[in-house]
């Protein structure tokens, strides 16, 4: 029960999970499962748990090669692109490796709030 409460709340709050070293939206788009989703960056399925709000990638299943809408791939794309090119632009780090690192943490925090909301339609469905 608990399980079902934290893959709600997270779905509808598209709370952002960590796994490995990065951090991953949960949204419904990119739902496979209750504790499979798509990795809409890396491409992969990782598989999430939701009460300690992390996720592990499952390698030893890839996502079929219908996964991804292959007409808008290259929009896609350039979408995250451009995204990842104007947060750095525009919060990229300084000098030092304080500002480098909470740089590198904004983007990939501002990556993955905006992917899934932008490019919803791009997902595993």
Known sequence: MLTGIARAYNTRHSSLITVGDKVMPICKEAEIDATKYVDSVSKKMVKVDHTKWSGTVVEDKPLPPTAFDAS???????????????????????????????????????LSRFAPRFCSSFHYH
């Open 72 to 110: 808008v791939e290259g929009k896609r794309t350039a979408i995250l692109s451009a995204v990842e090119d104007y947060v750095t632009k525009h919060f990229g780090g300084g000098a030092n490796d304080d500002n480098e690192e909470r740089s590198d943490e904004l983007n990939h925090t501002i």
